[in-house]
């Protein structure tokens, strides 16, 4: 112990003054288990970008039969070739696992979100599951990124077709795809970039879903227009081109700037309230840049989208893509969504819930069974966050104020930590070799994960009684439950509110889970469950003591969102952001992990980005930044019928499936497809026009 405590405090020089060695005296350390071997079932063929996709004119372009008949011959819309841009995307055939595919056929989904409205940069909700982003095409695109070589990673370029830096690496030129339109026929243009970027990411009074405020491109970043399909971004720091990942799903989605502007209340006299709700679920043909417009919504039943005729992909043989006419999207739950991808009634399945695990398997392993499913790495995982802002994030009672200032503590979150037996956690979600004790920090089998950084905390009520103790919390009326230390909230009992995706059967099992472990300390517990639609919002508020979280992509790439994988601005933590004067009350060692996570961004050398990350695992887990629950591996359920899924597409890593399978260059063989489109032979019909998809004759 004594060399530890020695190697720590050697360390904490290096990194500055650390409180950290003070608690090493208390808490005894483990190794980490390794993980069970769990081998995904199957791994990528691993490419370059270019081998997957250019941008480049094509001597002649497609559509499918019934778009030319009943649409451009009767003149409702330009020929094909008018509708795309100079030098669309061109997926290469190469890089298609069945090749060149065909028109028809619908994938359906079935989903346990509900569409708010489609004012994504206002912060609405779709409904997840895939439908945000198949609507909302972003500057650049990382989901694929599971297949690319690893010394060759970096943002695929999507709205955004090229990027040069300057010299000194401060700025940015973006060149944007030129000719693309919406789905309503409208031209995409810079103004669309600098919208979203001006009076949506920029706006305080805005908060477009996924973002986390302009901050998570680098403080004091600007962006500005150079011509319309030119902007230019400019960064504090020299090369930081760990914002072009930002710049993928959930960073920077623009939506129609002639659609949202009237509505916004800069150019209007609407609320911001007014602004956020202007485009309800119900308003058809909202006009995107995404392979599938929406075109029918029936609440709590379906939401049905068709294929853009205006979208500005296509494969090498020039065919416009989608090759899938139509999207569907049943509300129902996240459980049903595995229920009916096995049973082949959906067709398509992130396996997310370990749960639902030894079922889906056995219903998947007969050679009938209408569905593939395949495990992929352990990248899925919880943790149990504490809500760390001591200033007035979420507007805090004194009961709440004083359970900040308990998560605040690294003694009682050390507690905490040692409270938790995570091999009986993890069996009670399922046994067999899938869960993994997950101690926080970065996943286990990740590319900046390093063992020997990771500080375990084994389960030890003893040891997690003392640290209570330390921490000041006494049971001082003998009633078997803690109390807050007499100049807190009263000396009254500790109770807190754990905040739980009443969506999800894990997260409730979890947060049960938890409040088991705390009962032995003495602590009560009070389950939060919030329905999906408005957990968002709740996480947002920062009205929560604690909350049962899975974990974002930047914990397992940690080269996506890397700005929130600490408090580097004060809305990019999900679960330590600015109180009313602004600024976030950081903790010594967390604001050794914002230096880390800047340097991180700044510096290009691989070596020194891996000691970085080393730094940071470090930094996370001796003091239990969250309190690591289990990670374990997520499975692919796809319909058989399908062709052109990549192999070893991940459910989880840059991105969510959805995204990482390339949907809109799926297709299914003639033979194999079944009638099962809603509105066969239509498109999408005006923005808003209640009459829903236009029908062929
Ligand atoms: C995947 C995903 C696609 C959000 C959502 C949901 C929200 C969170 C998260 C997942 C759902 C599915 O996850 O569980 O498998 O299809 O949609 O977006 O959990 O509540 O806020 O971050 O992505």
Not at 27 to 52: E, G, H, R, W, Y
Not at 280 to 295: D, E, K, L, R
Not at 637 to 664: C, H, L, Q, T, V
Request: proline share 7%; with cysteine.
């Amino acid at each position: 112990m004594r060399n530890r405590l020695l190697a720590l405090s050697g360390a904490a020089l290096l990194l500055g003054v650390s409180t950290f060695a003070v608690h090493a005296q208390t808490v005894a350390t483990a190794t980490l288990p390794d993980p069970p071997k769990f081998d995904a079932q199957q791994l990528p063929n691993f490419v370059s970008i270019s081998d997957i996709m250019e941008y480049k004119a094509l001597p002649e372009y497609h559509e499918p039969d019934w778009v030319t008949k009943q649409f451009v011959d009767t003149g409702k819309l330009p020929a094909v070739k008018d509708r795309l841009p100079k030098e669309p995307l061109v997926y290469k055939t190469a890089n298609e696992p069945d090749g060149t595919g065909v028109y028809g056929d619908v994938m359906r989904h079935v989903i346990g979100g509900r569409p708010q409205g489609w004012n994504y940069a206002a912060g609405q909700v779709q409904g997840w599951g895939g439908i945000d982003i198949g609507m909302y095409e972003c500057l650049t695109r990382t989901g694929p990124l599971f297949e690319v070589k690893a010394d060759e990673l970096e943002p695929m370029p999507n709205l955004a077709k090229s990027w040069d830096w300057s010299a000194d690496g401060h700025q940015l030129t973006m060149h944007l795809i030129e000719g693309a339109k919406w789905s309503d026929g409208v031209p995409f243009t810079a103004d669309d970039v600098m919208f979203y970027w001006q009076d949506n990411i920029s706006d305080p009074n805005v908060k477009p879903l996924n973002s986390s405020g302009p901050d998570s491109f680098g403080v004091g970043t600007t962006l500005t227009k150079v011509d319309d399909h030119t902007v230019l971004w400019t960064f504090k720091e020299a090369f930081p081109k760990q914002y072009l990942y930002t710049m993928a799903y959930g960073g920077f989605c623009p939506l129609p700037e002639h659609i949202l502007k009237p509505q916004h209340p800069k150019y209007s006299k609407n609320t911001y309230e007014q602004y956020q709700n202007a485009f309800p679920a119900n308003f058809m043909n909202f006009p995107v840049m995404g392979a599938w417009v929406p075109v029918e919504y029936r609440p709590d039943d379906i939401v049905v989208l068709r294929r853009n005729p205006y979208y500005w992909k296509v494969d090498e043989a020039g065919n416009q893509l989608p090759y899938l006419d139509e999207l569907e999207y049943k509300l129902s739950t996240w459980a049903d969504r595995d229920v009916q991808a096995v049973a082949g009634t959906g067709d398509f399945s992130n396996l997310e819930q370990a749960e639902s695990y030894v079922e889906a398997l056995k219903r998947s392993a007969d050679p009938a069974a209408p569905a593939r499913l395949a495990f992929g790495a352990r990248t899925i995982g919880y943790s149990l966050y504490p809500n760390l802002s001591g200033n007035g994030w979420g507007e805090p009672d004194a009961r709440a104020q004083a359970v900040r200032e308990l998560n605040r503590n690294t003694d009682f979150r050390l507690a905490l930590t040692s409270a938790i037996d995570r091999q009986h956690l993890g069996d009670s979600l399922v046994k067999g070799p899938f869960t993994a004790i997950y101690p926080g920090g970065l996943y286990a089998g990740t590319a900046y994960y390093d063992k020997a950084s990771t500080v375990y905390y084994p389960f030890d009520l003893e040891a997690a009684k003392a640290l209570l103790a330390k921490a000041g919390l006494k049971d001082t009326d003998g009633n078997g439950v803690l109390n807050f230390p007499a100049d807190q909230a009263g000396g009254q009992d500790v109770s807190i509110t754990l905040l739980a995706n009443s969506d999800y059967q894990t997260d409730k099992s979890l947060a049960e889970g938890v409040i088991a472990s705390m009962e032995q300390l003495g602590i009560h517990v009070i389950l939060d469950l919030v329905s999906g639609a408005n957990m968002t919002a709740t996480q947002n508020s920062g009205k929560w003591d604690w909350q049962i979280y899975r974990n974002g992509s930047e914990l397992i790439s940690v080269v996506q969102n890397t700005a929130s994988l600490a408090p580097t601005g004060p809305q990019t933590s999900p679960f330590h952001r600015a109180g009313k004067d602004g600024s976030v009350d950081l903790l010594p060692f967390e604001q050794q992990m914002v230096d880390v996570v800047n340097k991180f961004i700044a510096e290009p050398d691989a070596a020194k980005k891996a000691d970085l990350m080393k730094q940071y695992q470090k930094l996370y887990t001796e003091n239990a930044y969250t309190i690591g629950l289990t990670q374990y591996p997520g499975a692919l359920i796809i319909n058989k019928r399908f062709a052109n899924i990549p192999a070893g597409a991940p459910i989880f890593m840059f991105n969510w499936a959805e995204d990482n399978i390339i949907r809109e260059r799926v297709f299914v063989p003639k033979d194999k497809q079944i009638s099962a489109e809603l509105h066969p032979n239509t498109l999408p019909g005006k923005p808003g026009d209640k009459g829903g998809p236009i029908s062929a004759n």
